[in-house]
C-alpha cells in the first residue's frame, strides 16, 4: 500500500519516447515540489527508448503500472498513429497491413487515390482502437490511484505530450483555492487553455471555461468516484474521459460546477499528431517560456 497523500499526480504514457524524455524531468520536478507521489500508467509501451525510461522513473520512486492486455492490432501500424499524415501514410505503406491493401488495389486496377483512401481508413481504424486503449489505460490509472492512494483527495493527471512551466502544479492547486475564494464551485483545474476551451469569463489569474482541456488537469477525487459509479463505461471509452467528465457527468451530477483554467497557461500541448489531432497546434495563450519545446 502506498503512502497516503493529498495528491497524486497520474502520467499516462505509450510509446512516444521524444515527447516522454521531454516531459518526465518536468513533471517528477513538479510532483515534487507539491510533495505528491508519482503514478505512471503505462499502456503497454514496446519500444526500448520509452521501456528504458519507464525504467529510470521506476529507480528514482515513480510507481509505474501496466494493464495486463494484449493489444489487438499491427504494432508496426500502431507506432504511427502520432506521426504527421504524409509520414503516417507512408510509414503504413510499409506495414504488413498496408503492404496488403496495395496488392488488393493493384489486383483490383485500383488508381492512386483509391490506394490513398484505402491507407487512411487503415490509419483511422488504428487511431480508433488506439483511442479505445488509451481510454481504457486512463481509467485503470485512476482505478488504480484511488485503490492505492486512499489518502489523497485531489488526482492531477497529465499526459506525455506536455512541458510545464516550473511551479505549474503548484500554479494548478492555487488557482483552484482562488477560483474558490472568488465564489466558484470548481469541476477540475486545467494548467492550460487551448482553442478548444472558449472563454465563459476572467477572473484573477484563472478563467472560467466551456470544457477543460485534459493536457494537464486537476480532479477531486470524489468526482472521479462519482464519475465512474455513474457513468457507463462504453460512453466513457467511447468520448474519451474529459468529453465523458464534462459533458455527460458534470451537468447530471454536479450542475453549477465550472471548469477553469490557469491564466496564463502554465502548460504547452506539445503533441501536434495525437490521437485526435492532425498536425495542429492547439495552444493559444502561448507562455513566454515556449522556446526551443519539441513537438511531434
Known sequence: MAAASRTVVLLTTQNRPTLLR???PQIEREARLIAAPLVISDDQSSEADTLALLGAAHARGADVIRRSYV???DRSVDA???HPPEVALRQLL??????ELVRECVRRGSGKGDMRDALINLWDDATGAAHLNAQRN???GFRHVMTEYPGCDRIL???DDVVV???????MLSTWDQAEREGHDVLAVSGIRTVNETIRSRGAGCTITH???SVSVLFRTTDWEGFLATTPEPIILRDGFDLAFTWWYAPRYRPGAVPVAVSPSAAYHTGLNGLHVRNVDLNCEYPRWNQDIVVQ
Open 165 to 171: 512551466e516550473p511551479g505549474a502544479f503548484e500554479r
Open 211 to 213: 470544457g477543460l482541456c
Open 22 to 24: 521531454q516531459s518526465l
Open 71 to 73: 493489444r489487438n492490432q
Open 157 to 159: 493527471k497529465v499526459d
Open 138 to 140: 486512463n481509467v485503470f
Open 80 to 82: 504511427d498513429i502520432h
Open 94 to 99: 510499409k506495414s504488413p497491413r498496408g503492404a
